[in-house]
């Protein structure tokens, strides 16, 4: 267990943070308080939470924290600290999400700042988890270890996922931006097929070199109306991928629908478009980008973090084993076949953590720290499949780590089986949700572990003849239809709904058959009935027995569902649809109470809140600020403090003018053309800028600084005034 220091000792101590990182923590703080106090608007605040990773639960005044974790990738001493902030200001469960992520539920909204500073101490941030922002770029776990890679992509996937982080040109979207990074084409790992940007490795030889570059996919994404993403270019080199993102984002930011959330996402934008226009447009973009050391920079920095053992590979010694039971020896065997497989390195193998609904405890997170520093140099990598995976594990090493594993009940040997079910938070947490997607996965993996304890498979498709998980079929739940289970892509896939039966609604799923993560999730399922909630896992149970009694030789799940057709799928489902009058049909799978349908609005994306917005608001909070510092006598920061905020303000009116921040235009001069000589703001208050931008502003009086204060707060109002008279007229 952690212990909480002092008050002044944390504040001590939070002080030596990056200046950068504790003034963006300190900006939350201040713009959080502003909010409670009735000074910000709900949704720019909304928005502006989100994009610190901060969103509602359906639960009033709580909150979920969402963490962002590149890659998945994470060390011992990170893992402790989830783990103190997980007990401390959440319910002791990190989840594992979709997006290698973490999160944390049931936050209260003003712990937040000091949990972002503590996760900061460990170079965790929080910044754009969640909102209309670039989310966490994804990868392959394997990669770098991957026997079938074409190369390892976690260099190229760190560098994009740091460049683009708080960059200017990724602060304007409608909606949220997915990017992920395979290391091969044909296996599930890296999904880059189903994202705004997808990258997977490929080499082309130049000039008797090999050059290392990606098949780069744009506007996929799951959804309500999941779109394919479409080709954009078989080969980018690896030197342009970060301009070509760069590329991508700004023509998104421009062309991008910012009104209709529904249609914002780039993959309407794509479709629109065509894909050949949309890549005339990014070209073009990319030709007029000025150069940006960046671009190698973050590359340089990326490659040279080279993930290395910590132990020879080696093979087990099985006569220095101590001696064990029968049962033992049982449990090892079946936990190396499902939750371990050879790294392309001889000796070393790659061993899941398997995790029932993606959730670990604090104890076992912390538990996991130490076995990580024991086998590894303390590295893990959380997955898309809600797990965590430990790499470069020496094979001499396996039977004790297991043992240890099993200590912290780690060690269900479950991994990519059928029961490795991926599932949403849904009605547990989720303002969107309709059915308990995690209770239906909960009664489906006690059914799983049922099974495997009677160890002969009890003969209705969920195990094989010896009891263990199935490998050949994966199942997907989201809440509603908004796919954030990933419904889609599996092999079985249920969202949730509701049906009204006389006077009372019951819950129900749609299932939907034809997926595939594989070929990174090459095709998506459609669907082919409903059932009852309470049903539905003797859906899964009637989907498996279909397949085992219709398959061919060496046919696929999906093959064979397809060729059995819809109708044929739905009919069997049929009498699982029926809503009885018997009380567990108007009961979610895991809730003995009665079946209310809630749904909010929800903060998936936000709401559509424009850079001007953003600016502006920011504007008002700097002269708030300026206050503060003319309080304790701190003139030349409070006058650069208003300064700022007019810079801001001003930089709001110009991004309606198509103007971005990286272009790195000239404010006063652009302000005074587009806004001041063209009649558009008040003189008056316009030359209060004006002034001030040729002013050294290092050494004014108190009274100055006093006068640009109220200066800077008449410019913030008469911007505000003035954007808010242009957003009118675009509206009429």
Known sequence: MSTLAAPDALAARWARLPEAVRQEIDTFETELHRFLAGQVVDKVFMEFRLRHGTYGQRQPAIQMQRIKIPLGMLDAEKMEVLADCAEEYSDAICHITTRQDIQLHFVSILDTPDLFRRLAEVGITTREACGNTVRNVTACPHTGVCR?????????????????????????????????????????????????????????????????????????????????????????????????????????????????????????????????????????????????????SYLAEAEREIERPLKPGAEIDWRSMPPVDAAWWSDFL????????????????????????????????????????????????????????????????????????????????????????????????????????????????????????????????????????????????????????????????????????????????????????????????????????????????????????????????????????????????AALAEIEAAEPYFHDNRQPWDYVKHVEAGECAGEVVTQAEFLLDSGERLVFEATLALEVRKAPEAAQLAYKAMVSAADGLLSTQGLLLSDKYDTAAEFRTRFHEAGRFFVGVGEYFLKAAGQDLTAVTPERARQLTEEANLFVEEANVVYGRMAGSATK
């Open 148 to 296: 079938d890679e074409t190369f390892d992509v976690t260099p190229y996937a760190r560098a994009m996922a740091y460049f683009l982080l708080r960059h200017p040109d990724a602060q304007s979207f409608g909606r949220k931006f997915k990017i992920a990074f395979s290391g091969c084409a044909q296996h599930h790992c890296g999904l880059a097929r189903m994202h705004d940007i997808g990258c997977i490795a490929r080499t082309r030889e130049q000039e008797g070199r090999v050059e290392r570059g990606f098949e780069v996919y744009v506007g996929g994404g799951l959804g309500a109306v999941p779109h394919q993403a479409r080709l954009f270019d078989a080969f980018v080199p690896a030197a342009e991928l970060l301009p070509h993102g760069q590329a991508i984002a700004r023509v998104y930011a421009a062309l991008g629908e910012k009104k209709a959330r529904a249609r914002a996402r780039m993959k309407f934008l794509v479709e629109q478009m065509g894909i050949e226009k949309f890549r005339a447009a990014v070209l073009a973009e990319r030709a007029r980008l000025p150069g940006d050391p960046r671009w190698t």
């Open 334 to 573: 079946a936990w190396s076949r499902a939750n371990v497989r050879p790294q392309s390195q001889t000796g070393y193998s790659i061993a899941t953590v398997f995790l029932p609904l993606g959730d670990i405890t604090a104890d076992q997170l912390r538990g996991l720290a130490r076995v990580s520093r024991k086998y590894t140099r303390g590295t893990v990598r959380t997955t898309v499949a809600q797990n965590i995976i430990l790499r470069w594990v020496s094979n001499a090493d396996l039977p004790a780590l297991y043992q240890d594993l099993r200590g912290l009940q780690l060690a269900l040997p479950l991994a990519d089986s059928v029961a490795d079910i991926t599932a949403c938070p849904g009605t547990d947490s989720c303002k969107l949700g309709i059915a308990s997607s995690r209770g239906l996965a909960g009664v489906l993996h006690r059914q799983f572990l049922d099974e495997m304890r009677k160890g002969n498979g009890s003969g209705n498709g969920l195990a094989g003849p010896d009891g263990a998980p199935r490998g050949d079929v994966s199942i997907k739940i989201s809440g509603c239809y908004n796919s954030c289970g990933q419904h889609h892509v599996a092999n079985i896939g249920f969202f949730g709904s509701s049906k009204r039966q006389g006077q009372r609604v019951a819950p129900v799923f749609q299932v939907i058959i034809g997926g595939t993560t594989e070929n990174n999730a090459e095709s998506y399922g459609l669907m082919a009935g409903k059932v009852a909630a309470h049903k539905a896992p003797d859906a899964v149970r009637k989907l498996m027995g279909l397949y085992d009694a219709e398959k061919r030789p060496g046919e696929s799940f999906r093959a064979c569902m397809e060729r059995l057709g819809k109708a044929r799928i739905n009919a069997e489902l």
